[in-house]
């Protein structure tokens, strides 16, 4: 490890799920580096590709938790997907996910339905926590169409409190078995939401580090944005995945614990 490279960061992008908590438990040593960052006069945004939830839901849920935190202290895939959808001026949008994701896709101001139409010239799924048969069956009638198709995040699976979920890119390759269309992801890897990050907080690159238990998703937006990545395998990734992926984080630790205590011991 680079301690001196560590030693400059001042903006972290925190993944959430499986790098702050698991489910409803927060791992120890979230507070204590949330702390840290603050008394170095830094600044922490959560990063995340799950779609299923509205920021407030994620609100909700820190505060539980004991973590103060408002909107300007996130950034969502969702987010990045509706700002991608508004660009392109779809006339009417297909949301397949659910019922926060699309409110949130309503609520910006998109044409959304849930039902099918003739008039639909963009199917846009998100990680659906409330995925139905009926939902499968309207993307794949859609898909033999030629229309656009947009999905938040590629993550395979979601980790939860028994191991693990499908997530939006397990749906995705579902779909592609069935269709042949596989969508344009918005979310992480894709470094646009780590750009602008630094853009809303006014950090550069050589003070920004992003940190997340999946290779394929947070460490390679990372890589993807020119910024420091840390590996945590406190969720998803293991070690034995840098060869899998081919891709090297800057950080291993094995969770958000350890990292502060070495932040605390060396600085």
Known sequence: MNGIKLK????????MDGTIYLDDSLFDGTTDFLDYVKSIGGRYIFLTNNSSKSVDKYIEKLNRMGISADKNDFLTSTDATIEYLKKENFKMIYALGTESFKEQLRS??????????????CLCMGYDTELTYKKLED???LLNE??????????????????????????????????G???KFIGKPEPAMA?????????DKTETA???????????CGVNAGISTIFVLSGEGTKEDIDEYNIH????????????TYLIKNY
């Open 108 to 121: 910006s101001g998109l044409n959304i339905t849930d039902e099918l139409s003739e008039k639909i010239d």
């Open 249 to 260: 984080p800057d950080y291993i630790f094995e969770n958000i614990g350890e990292l502060h």
């Open 139 to 141: 993307a794949c009638i």
């Open 210 to 220: 992003i940190m997340g238990d999946r290779l394929y998703t947070d460490i390679a």
């Open 181 to 183: 269309k596989k969508p």
């Open 195 to 203: 750009e602008f990050a630094m853009k809303m907080t006014g950090f």
């Open 8 to 15: 400059h960061n001042k903006l972290y992008l925190l993944d």
């Open 146 to 179: 030629d229309i656009a198709y947009i999905a938040t995040n590629p993550d395979w699976v979601c980790p939860t409190r028994y191991g693990y979920a499908p997530d939006c890119g397990s749906v995705s390759e579902m779909l592609a078995r069935a269709t």
